[in-house]
């Protein structure tokens, strides 16, 4: 949906496009392409190229590229943002869509039963691999441990394996160079953080199965971590301006959830942190983009 809405926004203000897909999807790609074209748009206005990250950086490169919209890491759109920064001629626009530390806050007033359910899609729904799916979860220390015990207990029930099986409800990650980096933070994470949950998955395969680590503080998590692994953080009711201080010093601000019936709650926080879409007592993805 982020691949054809990039390029068809592109191709609607009068360009022509070059779509550079990830490396792991060509052939959905291909078939995107391949429907615009079906459906009138010129080959000599739209063009596919298919390779990995050394044939998107000589497109970035290139001359006679007049702007750039990219989806993927927050590393990558760096590269990209110094690359055009170092042509001559005019500015190259950069449009970027990464991911991020996406944090929920949950008080002693939200309805733990909704809680659950709603960290539970937000966080590993499509094995966790979404850029608006929730990394760092934190709850008031009052009734913390009903709801991680809650939350541990529904991740408890979700069933890793063949996503073409009915009952699946966890998929394979991307790849395994993305399976094996969650492994190793899953890894550290059993040294650094108390765990609270680890979930079982198929040996063979991309397969990661869900984690729930509790932190002592929200520093403890630098980078975002792109699969099903949840990080947990206690606040004090009173320090609820500590809680949004971490979440706008983290430096990303793609989505925020709250889970709270305190209005004020509510209106401190949003007015606080500069966020892309605020969830209220739901889930954190799935928006439906206007």
Same mark, same amino acid.
């Given at each position: 949906? @982020?691949?054809?809405?990039?390029?068809?926004?592109?191709?609607?203000?009068?360009?022509?496009?070059?779509?550079?897909?990830?490396?792991?999807?060509?052939?959905?790609?291909?078939?995107?392409?391949?429907?615009?074209?079906?459906?009138?748009?010129?080959?000599?206005?739209?063009?596919?190229?298919?390779?990995?990250?050394?044939?998107?950086?000589?497109?970035?490169?290139?001359?006679? @590229?007049?702007?750039?919209?990219?989806?993927?890491?927050?590393?990558?759109?760096?590269?990209? %943002?110094?690359?055009?920064?170092?042509?001559?001629?005019?500015?190259?626009?950069?449009?970027?869509?990464?991911?991020?530390?996406?944090?929920?806050?949950?008080?002693?007033?939200?309805?733990?039963?909704?809680?659950?359910?709603?960290?539970?899609?937000?966080?590993?729904?499509?094995?966790?691999?979404?850029?608006?799916?929730?990394?760092?979860?934190?709850?008031? #220390?009052?009734?913390?441990?009903?709801?991680?015990?809650?939350?541990?207990?529904?991740?408890?029930?979700?069933?890793?394996?063949?996503?073409?099986?009915?009952?699946?409800?966890?998929?394979?990650?991307?790849?395994?160079?993305?399976?094996? *980096?969650? #492994?190793?933070?899953?890894?550290?994470?059993?040294?650094?953080?108390?765990?609270?949950?680890?979930?079982?998955?198929?040996?063979?395969?991309?397969?990661?199965?869900?984690?729930?680590?509790?932190?002592?503080?929200?520093?403890?998590?630098?980078?975002?971590?792109?699969?099903?692994?949840?990080?947990?953080? *206690?606040?004090?009711?009173?320090?609820?301006?500590?809680?949004?201080?971490? @979440?706008?010093?983290?430096?990303?601000?793609?989505?925020?959830?709250?889970?709270?019936?305190?209005?004020?709650?509510?209106?401190?926080?949003?007015?606080?942190?500069?966020?892309? %879409?605020?969830?209220? %007592?739901?889930?954190?993805?799935?928006?439906?983009?206007?």
């Amino acid at each position: 949906a @982020i691949f054809t809405g990039q390029v068809a926004a592109c191709l609607m203000a009068g360009n022509a496009v070059i779509a550079k897909p990830a490396e792991q999807t060509p052939r959905i790609a291909a078939e995107a392409v391949a429907l615009l074209h079906d459906a009138g748009i010129a080959p000599a206005a739209l063009h596919l190229v298919q390779g990995d990250g050394k044939i998107g950086a000589a497109l970035t490169a290139h001359p006679g @590229i007049a702007g750039v919209v990219f989806t993927g890491s927050t590393e990558v759109a760096r590269a990209i %943002n110094r690359a055009l920064a170092a042509k001559d001629g005019p500015i190259v626009p950069l449009i970027a869509e990464t991911g991020g530390i996406n944090a929920m806050i949950a008080d002693a007033t939200a309805l733990p039963e909704q809680v659950a359910d709603d960290v539970i899609t937000s966080a590993f729904r499509s094995a966790g691999q979404r850029c608006s799916a929730l990394r760092l979860l934190f709850v008031q #220390d009052d009734v913390a441990d009903r709801m991680i015990d809650m939350i541990a207990g529904a991740a408890r029930e979700l069933k890793v394996g063949d996503p073409r099986d009915i009952a699946t409800q966890i998929g394979p990650v991307i790849d395994t160079e993305a399976k094996a *980096r969650l #492994d190793a933070h899953i890894a550290k994470m059993k040294t650094h953080a108390r765990l609270r949950f680890a979930g079982e998955a198929p040996a063979h395969g991309t397969y990661v199965a869900p984690h729930i680590f509790e932190l002592e503080r929200a520093d403890d998590l630098t980078e975002e971590v792109f699969g099903p692994i949840l990080h947990v953080v *206690r606040y004090d009711a009173a320090r609820l301006d500590g809680v949004l201080q971490s @979440i706008a010093g983290s430096g990303y601000g793609l989505t925020l959830g709250i889970h709270s019936r305190i209005d004020d709650t509510v209106e401190a926080a949003t007015a606080r942190l500069a966020v892309g %879409n605020v969830y209220v %007592n739901r889930n954190m993805i799935g928006a439906v983009v206007g």
